[in-house]
C-alpha cells in the first residue's frame, strides 16, 4: 500500500522556469493538501482540494497553482519560479471525516530555485 | 483561525517523560486537537488526537483540561529515537469538511544519551 506518493523527489530549477509537483493517494481520500517547509517555519499551507472539484487558498498561496485532477491526484504547479520557492514541498491527504484531524502525508519533494 | 503557540525546543535524556504543552486560546467548540511527529527528511506522522479531558494511545497521552485552551503531550521515558519536531495541530471544521489545516512551527525535541 503506497499512500501518498510524490514525484520528483528533487528537482533543481532556474528563476523563471515552470513546473509541476504531483501528488497521488490511493487510499480513497477525499481532502488533499500541498505544504511546503522551511527551515525554522514550519509547514505552511498552500493550497488544500477539500473535496474533488473544489480547490481553496492556503496560508501562502502567492506564485502557485494547483489542479484536482482527480480523486487520487492534486498536483502542484510553478509558472515562473522565484529563488524564494526553494523549499520542501510536502502532500497530504485525509479522510472527511468532520471528527478526525489524521494526515498521511508523502515524503516530500526537495525544490531548488537558482 | 486557531492560533497554536509551543516551545520552540525541548532537551530531555532517555528514559525521561517528556510534557510539551501547546497553548491554543481561540479553540471554537468542535475543533479536535492533534499530535504529529517529523523526522528529518521526512513527512509529519500522526501521533494522537483528542478532544477533552486524557486520551492514550502505545506511544502517547494527550492531557486537555476543561477550558480546552490549552493541550499536553506526553511522552513516557523518551529514547533517542524519539527525537524530532512535534506539532500541535487544531483540526478546523468547517461544515464536516477537513478545510484549512493549519500547523504551527513545533517544538524541535532533542533527546540525549
Known amino acids: 500500500n503506497a499512500g501518498v506518493t510524490q514525484t520528483p523527489k528533487f528537482q533543481v530549477l532556474k528563476t523563471g522556469q515552470s513546473m509541476t509537483l504531483q501528488c497521488a493517494q490511493d487510499m480513497n481520500h477525499n481532502s488533499m493538501y500541498w505544504y511546503r517547509q522551511d527551515p525554522g517555519m514550519g509547514l505552511r499551507l498552500i493550497y488544500y482540494?477539500?473535496?474533488?472539484?473544489?480547490?481553496d487558498k492556503g496560508e501562502v498561496p502567492n506564485g502557485y497553482n494547483v489542479s484536482r485532477l482527480n480523486k487520487r491526484e492534486f498536483s502542484l504547479r510553478l509558472e515562473s519560479a522565484a529563488p524564494s520557492q526553494t523549499s520542501v514541498y510536502f502532500c497530504?491527504?485525509?479522510?472527511?471525516?468532520?471528527?478526525?484531524?489524521?494526515?498521511?502525508f508523502g515524503e516530500g519533494s526537495r525544490l531548488t530555485v537558482l | 483561525l486557531a492560533k497554536t503557540t509551543q516551545p520552540i525546543s525541548m532537551d530531555s535524556y532517555e528514559g525521561q517523560e517528556v510534557n510539551i504543552t501547546c497553548s491554543h486560546n481561540n479553540i471554537a467548540t468542535n475543533d479536535y486537537i492533534t499530535w504529529y511527529q517529523q523526522f528529518p527528511s521526512q513527512g509529519p506522522r500522526f501521533i494522537i488526537q483528542g478532544y477533552k479531558t486524557k486520551v492514550t494511545n502505545e506511544v502517547a497521552s494527550l492531557f486537555i483540561p476543561a477550558d480546552r485552551k490549552s493541550s499536553t503531550l506526553s511522552l513516557p521515558r523518551v529514547s533517542l529515537s524519539d527525537t524530532a519536531v512535534y506539532y500541535c495541530l487544531v483540526v478546523l471544521n468547517y461544515g464536516g469538511s477537513q478545510g484549512n489545516l493549519i500547523f504551527g512551527k513545533g517544538t524541535k525535541l532533542s533527546v540525549k544519551p
Open positions: 497530504a491527504s485525509s479522510a472527511q471525516r468532520w471528527d478526525t484531524g489524521e494526515l498521511f
Open positions: 482540494s477539500a473535496s474533488e472539484g473544489t480547490t
